[in-house]
């Protein structure tokens, strides 16, 4: 498998964003930039996450809605039909087939198993598998309708330890902000 085949985009509603753009006529990458505000990379990425999971197919350079992409843009977002179309796009994909195929089963994969699963099957760096293996998780999360607050965290994002006596640092009072980086 190549590692292109992998997508590279946690969050399904900024797939579902780059989707809306072709439905409302964007044809090319820098049309998309324009429309969504994502970056042209975030934007290419989140157009690949949609041709890997079949809601848009490419002619030439022109990115096309596919049925499946139709009927995620017929469905209103975030609503338990949005959430069943999402588990139906997931379930027929491919490539989450070939190396997640239990992504909606009753227990969630193991992150470790995952990330292995990927690198084995890719020429994905042990990093940037765990990477992926935390977006195909995302992905579960968001079709259950799972929080967040649920997810494991990646050891690269849990603070530091802190030496023996440091004092305490006030963390900060609002609510922590996920940014979507891939």
């Known amino acids: 498998m190549q590692t292109l085949d992998i997508p590279q985009a946690n969050d399904l509603d900024t797939v579902r964003r780059v989707v809306h753009a072709v439905l409302r006529g964007c044809k090319t990458v820098e049309a998309i930039e ?22 848009v197919h490419m002619e030439g350079d022109e990115p096309l809605l596919t049925t499946m992409g139709e009927a995620l843009m017929d469905c209103a977002k975030g609503t338990a039909e949005e959430r069943q179309l999402w588990a139906r796009v997931i379930e027929q994909c491919a490539v989450v087939q070939l ?14 198993d995952l990330t292995e699963r990927l690198f084995k099957n890719s020429r994905l760096g042990a990093e940037t598998a765990r990477r992926r ?3 195909l998780l995302a992905w579960r999360r968001h079709v259950l309708g799972e929080s967040l607050e649920k997810a494991p965290r990646h050891p690269a994002s849990q603070p530091p330890p802190k030496p023996h006596g440091a004092p305490e640092r006030p963390g900060p009072t609002s609510a922590a902000t996920q940014l979507d980086l891939f």
């Open 34 to 55: 324009d429309w969504t505000q994502f970056s042209r990379r975030h934007v290419q990425y989140r157009l690949h996450a949609a041709r890997v999971l079949g809601l």
């Open 99 to 112: 190396v997640a195929p239990d992504l909606l089963a009753r227990s969630a994969p193991d992150i470790e």
């Open 133 to 135: 293996a935390s977006g």
